[in-house]
């Protein structure tokens, strides 16, 4: 046994470093001292990094195997060291801004590598309980840093109307695991192969994968169950906004990778044609009411749902290809990573307007920033021209992949739709850009300088974004390497066998 | 698996005759008994003490802070029971120090949580 | 005889409850405890399947969504005294200043 916990920290350090961070973070940040804020966030910010290099080393290793709970492949690394880098750019972007708060909070930090926990525990395990456990590690975080502008009324109704709806969606899920382990047997998702039929739990079985399903739904914010993300991302403090837009998709979005995989071979199941309808309805209607908005957060809110849209397009895909390959799955992922840079990308400037101690929400809060500040405003269009993935940028690049993947297992008019919603979504990314560039500005506000390492950050990711856009090949060779391997392993029940 | 009912015969006889005495006393008192109501004798019982003000007044925030603490603190013990009814079967696997050690690092993190809940001041009444 | 699916029909009777709770009632306290019955709908499938198959992840998991129930439920009363403090209601009606503000310009 002893061996055991030498194992479990050999292969799960970067994941447990940030657990430990969160928890030495907490308690420095009560120990009354003039520096708690910067101390937490050198803290915060080592952490990530270290857990960042340390999934991308694990990455390198391949899968190891030999625990119960934990899922320690190229997969889970690769979703692992995403979230550790968003993590890192966050609490890079976000520390002017905690200071300029009118309580500077420094449980601020500690609360984001808690989030972080959970989401790498949600995509480092098959088994449903650890993944609820994770789940609930990041949406309980996220609650509470959602309501962090404790005087400001907007932050807490966004936080009282996130954790109502979000513990009602884990009430789902989790009546949706009783019923799978009921029809099954079992919480770990990657039994179900070795499992034989029962034709008397078929229904519970099938109901059972749609709550879960539904959860799942409600976390990336799909169209029904996306009426929480425009108000929680309205009133959420600007860096809390941008790590949920990107966080929680990346770990949803992982962890669906699996329940995907482990579901798509039963062939009972009508997966692909409740995944297609999800993401039908999402990139039509993200794209189309996001046209509608005056606030800034919720353009990006309905934004970051149509892109949920184009993901779950992903993840049809992956269905329809009946198994789980390098072809189907490196598109999601490299689209993943894209989108969490393009958007973290936006959110860091956003981030660093508001830091000023006034929460940039309006879109005329933009009007003639490129006179004040031109290299922000520049930087700003750079990451929304992307996001509307108009080439020669990373984002064309990401949409491309995951279309073409689409069009190449017959999903035509899925693809279409995903193809002229992205050309509508070019309006509303265009309209803060003509914002900041052709109107004049009324607006006389402060937002202050920018520390040389938020600089330097910001300089990378554009340098990133046009990278990924003109060199992608050995990022997408990453992420082709990056194939659960379990996947390959598990036999297929082929059509023919006899169903439940 | 057959569960026998008639065994709980009696239990539901002596609950019947519990509830039959005690509503018929109730019934009898409050046909035959005299009602002379006088304004103290509606008034609410609180101990012989003339009540002050009204019993659905707002309670202060600290009393749902303690019953946050408490709850947190209350619930994880659940965890406990099952370990420690297990703790002999672990010792005879020879496992008993790595169950001790899984224990003894859960509560250490609560503990931990205990003392960041004391430094924030949640344990201070006045303040 | 009390069968497995006496468990569950009551389980999904009360997760309804639960559920008809959160979308009918207007109080966040009564909201908020329609949700814990919700959770305990569960507690109460997984135990009963986990008494089925004489297996004992259904208990465990019935562990965890009890501290996961407490934890939901510190989290959120927080939350509620928060936004107390500021309208001095629990009238989930009065939280409208979060809304597609699509014809004021």
């Known amino acids: ?500 | 698996m057959e569960v026998d009912f008639h065994h709980y015969l009696p239990l539901i006889f002596v609950l019947l005759l519990g509830l039959g005495f005690a509503g018929s006393f109730l019934l009898l008192s409050y046909t035959f008994g005299p009602k002379k109501p006088t304004a103290s004798k509606l008034d609410v019982y609180e101990c012989g003490v003339p009540p002050t003000g009204d019993a659905r007044e707002r309670f202060s925030v600290k009393f749902f802070l303690v019953a946050m603490i408490f709850l947190l603190f209350d619930v994880e013990v659940v965890f406990l029971f099952p370990w420690a009814v297990l703790l002999k079967e672990f010792k005879a696997a020879g496992t008993g120090f790595f169950a001790f050690g899984a224990m003894a690092v859960f509560l250490l993190i609560l503990g931990l949580g205990l003392l960041y809940e004391w430094r924030r001041g949640a344990l201070d009444w006045e303040s | 005889m009390i069968t497995l699916n006496h468990y569950l029909v009551l389980s999904a009777a009360l997760f309804v409850m639960g559920f008809a709770g959160v979308v009918l009632r207007r109080n966040a306290l009564v909201i908020f405890m329609s949700i814990e019955l919700m959770l305990n709908a569960v507690n109460l499938s997984f135990v009963a399947f986990s008494r089925q198959f004489g297996n004992l992840d259904g208990q465990l998991a019935s562990f965890f969504v009890i501290v996961l129930a407490a934890a939901e439920a510190a989290i959120g009363l927080a939350i509620i005294v928060l936004v107390f403090r500021r309208r001095a209601t629990v009238q989930t009606t009065a939280l409208n200043t979060l809304r597609d503000a699509t014809n004021a310009s």
């Not at chain 1, 490196?330 to 990573?337: A, C, H, N, R």
């Not at chain 1, 060199?471 to 059509?495: C, D, G, K, N, Q």
Request: without cysteine; aromatic residues 12%; proline residues 5%.
């Open chain 1, 1 to 500: 046994m002893r061996l055991d916990v030498l194992q479990l920290w050999q292969h799960a350090w970067p994941s447990l470093t940030l657990l430990i961070a969160a928890m030495v973070s907490l308690l420095t940040s009560v120990f009354p001292s003039r520096h708690r804020a910067r101390i937490t966030a050198v803290l915060a910010a080592t952490a990530f990094l270290l857990s960042a290099q340390g999934f991308f080393h694990q990455w390198g290793l391949g899968e190891a195997k030999g625990f119960e709970f934990l899922v320690v492949d190229p997969l889970s690394n690769y979703l692992g060291a995403l979230i550790a880098l968003i993590g890192f750019i966050t609490s890079i972007a976000a520390y002017p801004y905690i200071l300029s708060q009118a309580e500077a909070i420094p449980e601020f930090f500690s609360l984001l590598l808690f989030a972080a926990f959970g989401m790498t525990t949600m995509v480092m395990t098959t088994n449903l309980l650890a993944f609820v456990l994770g789940l609930e590690i990041m949406s309980l975080s996220l609650y509470v840093l959602v309501g962090l502008r404790r005087y400001d009324p907007r932050s807490g109704e966004a936080a009282f109307k996130y954790f109502l709806l979000g513990s009602v969606a884990t009430a789902f899920l989790l009546f949706g695991i009783s019923f799978f382990y009921g029809s099954t047997g079992t919480l770990d998702l990657s039994r179900i192969p070795e499992l034989l039929p029962n034709p008397e739990m078929a229904t519970l079985f099938k109901l059972g994968a749609l709550l879960i399903l539904l959860g799942f739904a409600f976390k990336v914010g799909a169209v029904p169950f996306h009426f929480w993300a425009p108000d929680v991302y309205d009133g959420a403090p600007m860096p809390v906004t941008g790590f949920m837009a990107t966080g929680v998709k990346v770990a949803a979005f992982g962890a669906l990778i699996r329940v995907v995989e482990a579901f798509a071979p039963r062939h009972e199941l009508p997966l692909q044609r409740w995944i297609v309808m999800l993401s039908f309805a999402t990139m039509i209607v993200g794209n189309l009411v996001a046209l509608r908005q005056r606030h800034l957060k919720r353009i990006l809110a309905y934004s970051s749902i149509a892109h949920a849209g184009y993901l779950l397009l992903g993840m049809a895909t992956l269905v329809g290809t009946g198994e789980i390959r390098a072809a189907a799955l490196s598109p999601i992922l490299f689209y993943l990573l894209v989108y969490s840079l393009l958007t973290l990308g936006v959110f860091s400037v956003l981030t660093i307007l508001s830091s000023g101690g006034q929460e940039l929400n309006d879109l005329k809060d933009l009007d003639g920033l490129s006179e004040k500040r031109p290299v922000l405003s520049a930087v700003l269009s750079v990451f929304f021209i992307s996001l509307a993935g108009v080439p020669p940028t990373a984002g064309f690049l990401a949409k491309y992949y995951l279309f073409s993947q689409a069009i190449q297992v017959g999903l035509y008019p899925l693809a279409i739709a995903g193809i002229l919603a992205s050309a509508v979504s070019l309006y509303y990314y265009l309209g803060p850009i003509v914002r900041m560039y052709f109107h004049s500005h009324e607006k006389t506000w402060q937002a202050p300088g920018v520390m040389a390492s938020l600089r330097l950050l910001l300089a990378l990711m554009v340098a990133g974004v046009f990278y990924l856009g003109l060199f992608p090949a050995s990022t997408l060779e990453i992420s082709r390497r990056t194939v659960p391997i379990r996947a390959l392993e598990a036999p297929l029940a082929s059509p023919s066998a006899k169903l439940p």
